[in-house]
């Protein structure tokens, strides 16, 4: 092994655990899609977890690539923007397959929600 993909041991540590801890999130989002009842159900919360999952595991990517030597790495960001700004289009996209499909199979719509009257005063 060369020197220069030695890491510190402390380094090591904490990427193992940010690893491990996106495992543990990954996995707690795929009990979500298990148990939950329905697609629009399912839509969010696993999602969310999902997506935190993607930070952890950038946060461990930068703290990878910066204790090599090179400086602190920043590159790693880009991939986690690109998911942040694509993942609530795509969520957007499909709510509106799903219901575009139950509207074709004449199954019932949730009701469509109702603006509150403004308070007065």
């Known amino acids: 092994m060369t020197a220069d993909l030695v890491l510190p041991p402390l380094a090591e ?22 148990r939950l009842p329905d697609f629009f159900s399912r839509m969010h919360a696993p999602a969310l977890a999902s997506t935190l999952a993607a930070w952890i595991v950038t946060l461990a990517s930068i703290i990878h690539f910066s204790s090599r030597g090179g400086g602190l790495a920043l590159h790693v960001w880009l991939i986690i923007i690109v998911l942040s700004i694509t993942a609530p289009v795509t969520t957007i996209v499909l ?9 074709q199979a004449g199954d019932a719509l949730p009701p469509p929600l109702q603006a509150r009257p403004a308070k007065p005063g």
Do not use: P
């Open 13 to 34: 540590i904490v990427v193992a655990l940010l690893l491990l801890a996106s495992a543990v999130v990954v996995l707690v989002a795929a009990l979500g899609l298990r």
């Open 95 to 103: 709510a509106r397959a799903a219901l575009f499909r139950r509207r």
